[in-house]
């Protein structure tokens, strides 16, 4: 018991003790603080910066790496924790976001957004100490992009908050490319394309099967303005874009065989589960009468397309080369 007592007034147990916070959902811990970062959401992210980053003509030496990959996944986590920070408030309506842990009561919003702001800043400093001014001001712009301007302005006012806001997320293999090379080029923002199209159909399918979700909440996705058998057709419709602009790679010369061949497999696979959703069983008004199977399909599907795409890209730029 003495030495209980003793632990809990040292400088350790309160800082300990600092990441705790008392919720209705009970003590909480660490954990909590790194889902702010909207874990993994920053995969994906930090995935799409490495291969900017690998592809590019030059390589970084080892440490520079690692801290490009690391500026750009605090960077990422930083906007995620701004959006959860300003989106309390109908996060704690929709049933997939009510446990996070700003609406769950275990983070207080004060606390979120500074947590947000300082590593933001820092993300941002580290990567102009470590590698250039570009490649940090693409960096800051992307967080301000995600967290002000998608998530406090086009989220919540227009059904094209996922096409205009999907630049957000399309940023990092510009900063992984201008890291390396101080410079930008045309596969990095051929790349910067590939993910900004692909976000629309990737969310959209998504939104299809928790369109109630976003509906009680008065979040103006698509399927809610427009109605689901107008979003089927545009996640087809963009299928379809996608597909042409991964090839744009090939046709320019930046990329082999190989890539070529993994593109158009790919994009064929995207195309139909856009298809499926398209003609899935409907009634009157476009909604599925199978529980959405097909757009669930989808957006799985879209995962692996964009993770694999850039396998192919990687594989063809750096092991083929």
Same mark, same amino acid.
């Given at each position: 018991? =003495?030495?209980?007592?003793?632990?809990?007034?040292?400088?350790?147990?309160?800082?300990?003790?600092?990441?705790?916070?008392?919720?209705?959902?009970?003590?909480?811990?660490?954990?909590?603080?790194?889902?702010?970062?909207?874990?993994?959401?920053?995969?994906?992210?930090?995935?799409? +910066?490495?291969? /900017?980053?690998?592809?590019?003509?030059?390589?970084?030496?080892?440490?520079?790496?690692?801290?490009? !990959?690391?500026? !750009?996944?605090?960077?990422?986590?930083?906007? /995620?924790? *701004?959006?959860?920070?300003?989106?309390?408030? %109908? @996060?704690? *309506?929709?049933?997939?976001?009510?446990?996070?842990?700003?609406? +769950?009561?275990?983070?207080?919003?004060?606390?979120?957004?500074?947590?947000?702001?300082?590593?933001?800043? $820092?993300?941002?400093?580290?990567?102009?100490?470590? &590698?250039?001014?570009?490649?940090?001001?693409?960096?800051?712009?992307? *967080?301000?992009?995600?967290?002000?301007?998608?998530?406090?302005?086009?989220k919540r006012s227009t059904?094209?908050?996922?096409?205009?806001?999907?630049?957000?997320?399309?940023?990092?293999?510009? %900063?992984?490319?201008?890291?390396?090379?101080?410079?930008?080029?045309?596969?990095?923002?051929?790349?910067? $394309? %590939?993910?900004?199209?692909?976000?629309?159909?990737?969310f959209w399918s998504l939104?299809?099967?928790?369109?109630? @979700?976003?509906?009680? $909440?008065? !979040?103006?996705?698509?399927?809610?303005?427009?109605?689901?058998?107008?979003?089927?057709? =545009? %996640?087809?419709?963009? &299928?379809? !874009?996608?597909?042409?602009?991964?090839?744009?790679?090939?046709?320019?010369?930046?990329?082999?065989?190989?890539? &070529?061949?993994?593109?158009?497999?790919?994009?064929? +696979?995207? *195309?139909?589960?856009?298809?499926?959703?398209?003609? @899935?069983?409907?009634?009157?008004?476009?909604?599925?009468? &199978?529980?959405?199977?097909?757009?669930?399909?989808?957006?799985?599907?879209?995962?692996?397309?964009?993770?694999?795409?850039?396998?192919?890209?990687?594989?063809?730029?750096?092991?083929?080369?």
């Amino acid at each position: 018991m =003495q030495a209980s007592s003793g632990l809990s007034a040292s400088p350790l147990a309160r800082f300990l003790g600092a990441l705790r916070v008392e919720g209705h959902a009970g003590d909480t811990a660490l954990q909590d603080w790194v889902a702010l970062l909207k874990p993994r959401v920053i995969s994906l992210v930090v995935f799409t +910066g490495l291969a /900017g980053m690998a592809v590019a003509p030059k390589w970084p030496s080892v440490p520079v790496g690692l801290v490009i !990959i690391a500026c !750009i996944c605090v960077g990422a986590g930083a906007a /995620g924790a *701004i959006n959860m920070w300003y989106d309390r408030d %109908i @996060d704690a *309506i929709m049933k997939r976001t009510r446990v996070r842990p700003v609406p +769950g009561g275990r983070v207080e919003p004060t606390s979120a957004l500074v947590y947000a702001v300082v590593l933001s800043v $820092a993300s941002v400093v580290l990567l102009w100490l470590a &590698t250039n001014l570009l490649a940090a001001g693409i960096l800051a712009f992307s *967080i301000f992009f995600y967290g002000v301007i998608y998530t406090m302005w086009l989220k919540r006012s227009t059904p094209q908050n996922i096409v205009i806001g999907g630049a957000a997320g399309a940023f990092p293999p510009m %900063i992984g490319w201008a890291a390396t090379m101080g410079s930008l080029d045309v596969l990095p923002v051929v790349m910067f $394309a %590939i993910v900004f199209l692909w976000t629309p159909p990737h969310f959209w399918s998504l939104s299809l099967y928790a369109c109630k @979700d976003y509906e009680s $909440a008065g !979040i103006p996705m698509l399927p809610v303005v427009k109605g689901a058998r107008h979003t089927r057709w =545009q %996640i087809v419709i963009y &299928t379809f !874009i996608l597909g042409a602009v991964s090839l744009v790679p090939s046709v320019v010369g930046q990329c082999g065989w190989f890539y &070529t061949v993994c593109a158009s497999l790919l994009d064929l +696979g995207f *195309i139909y589960y856009g298809l499926r959703v398209l003609f @899935d069983r409907q009634d009157e008004k476009g909604n599925s009468l &199978t529980k959405d199977k097909p757009a669930r399909h989808a957006f799985r599907y879209s995962l692996a397309y964009l993770f694999f795409l850039f396998c192919g890209l990687l594989i063809d730029r750096v092991l083929l080369a």
